[in-house]
Structure formats: C-alpha cells, structure tokens
C-alpha cells in the first residue's frame, strides 16, 4: 500500500481534526472525511481508507463498506471533469440515452471511465434530481439543463480543451473534481451565492400559486 507523502499527510491531518470536532461522535464524521482523502488523491485509495480508519477509530473494512455503497465515491482516478449523463426514466425519454450513447462513442470511454488525457471521465447517472429541465447532465455535480447530443459533444471539448465552463444554474464556472470533492468535505468556497440558484422551471409551480391565490390550509387545531 503507497502510503501518503508526509506534506499531504500533514495537510490531511490538519484538515481531519477541523472536520472531526463538528460531531458529537467521531465516526459521524466519514464521509464528509471520505470526500477530504478524494480531494487530495481524486479517489478514494487503500491509503485513503487506512488513513480514515485511524482518523476515527474504525476498521477498514467499515470504511471500505461505505466507499463501496456512495457512487460518489471513486475506487480509481476519474478525470478533472468528471461528465455525468442522468439515463433515469424522464431524462431517458427526454434524450438522456441517446446522449449518452452519442457522447460515449464520442469521447470513446464508458461508464466510470476517463480519456487517455485525464481530463473528463463519463457516467452514467441514475436521476440527477432536476426533471424540471431533463435531459440533464452534470460536470462535477455542477448542472447542465435541457441538453442535446450536440451541446454534450460541444461541452466535452471545452473542458478537454481548458476553456471555462459555465453550469446553466449554480456556481459561474465548473471546478475541478479535487476542488468539488473538498467543498463536500465542508470547506467553503465562498461560491456558493454565484449564478442563478433555481430557475423558471423549478419556480413555475410557486408562481402559479401566487398567481391564483392558492395557499396550504391551516392545520386543524386539536381539542384543549
């Protein structure tokens, strides 16, 4: 097992200890741990997994069971972009699998796969949780609304080509994966107010009930 370079170990330790004290009971702590070691390494390592289990007083094999369950969490390196496709029921019928087929033979990697460059990684994503704008895709748990086989293709080559990328609702531009990966860690980026934060699709119902004067009925009152 490759162990970490004592810098970023140093830098772990640091950084564990800051994460730890926010729970009552240090297990607590894990995954927000686990996105920490992906922040350094861009997956979770046998190193990552020692390291967690120390960090909480655990056994490896309870961090590995964990690691094993969240998608979220990579066993091997995925790119700087990581590419996410919803192929769920409404994105699928939206265009989500023709998408996925055309961007997948495109990029040529599959599910969990990243280029020969490192710089994108696909997969296949089972609900993005934004029907309201399906097809969705996502880069780096960043979102991409209303998408087609075109605009996917035309994404793909500008985040392989380094140009800055602009999600349709949320942060300006996309981060790396590292960089993601430390803000679910619950570091703050300080980007969390950029761009627009809900749009006209997931606010449509709360307009027209405004609109029509509809509003949720008082709870009973129970008997004194």
Known sequence: MTEF????????????????????????????????????????????????????????????????????YKQHPVGDFHVGVCINSLCAIMGGDQIWRELSEYVGVGHDEATDDGKVSLERIECNAACDYAPVMMVNWEFFDDMTPAKAKQLV??????????????????????????????FNDGRAGEGTQAGYASLRGLQLAKDSGWAAPEPERGAE
Not at 49 to 63: E, H, K, N, R, S
Not at 159 to 183: E, M
């Open 157 to 186: 080559d500008d985040l392989r080509a380094g140009k800055q990328v602009a999600p349709t609702r949320g942060a300006d531009s996309v981060c790396t994966w590292k960089q993601a990966s430390r803000v679910l860690a619950g």
């Open 5 to 72: 370079e004592p810098e970023i170990l140093e830098r772990l330790e640091r950084d564990a200890k800051e994460i730890i004290a926010k729970y009552p009971k240090p297990r607590s702590a894990l995954l927000p741990l686990l996105h920490l070691v992906q922040s350094e390494e861009g997956y979770i390592s046998e190193a990552g997994i020692q390291f967690c289990a120390d960090a909480l007083g655990i056994t490896p094999a309870q961090v590995t069971g964990v690691v094993t369950f969240y998608t979220q």
